[in-house]
């Protein structure tokens, strides 16, 4: 209906599983000063979620939340980079529909 006297048919997806889908892994200049800034907002955002949540919840953040935070943070990236995908981050805007929920 979209495309009239096209009349070819595409063949059937196959489903592939390939590592990297992106490319290769390379270092260049750009891509270690992105890695960089992401990284050290990536670390804001959690300090800052982890310092809200405990606020939140009327309790004092250890230190051990944080390192958990970062490990498991850390984790994910590291498998969403393998894998072609955006990367887990946690936001303080859901800190607003924790307050407004409670």
Excluded: H
């Excluded at 592939?16 to 670390?43: C, K, Q, R, T, W």
């Excluded at 943070?73 to 929920?101: H, M, N, R, W």
């Amino acid at each position: 209906l979209l495309f009239p006297g096209s009349g070819q048919e595409s063949p059937a997806a196959v489903f592939s599983f390939d590592l990297f889908p992106l490319g290769a892994p390379n270092l260049e200049y750009g891509i270690i000063a992105v890695a960089f800034f992401a990284g050290i907002l990536n670390m804001s955002n959690t300090i800052a979620s982890v310092q809200a949540a405990a606020d939140l919840y009327g309790e004092t953040a250890k230190p051990g939340q944080f390192r958990n935070s970062f490990f498991f943070t850390g984790l994910f990236s590291v498998f969403a980079s393998l894998f072609g995908l955006v990367p887990y981050t946690p936001f303080t805007s859901t800190i607003g529909f924790l307050q407004s929920t409670r």
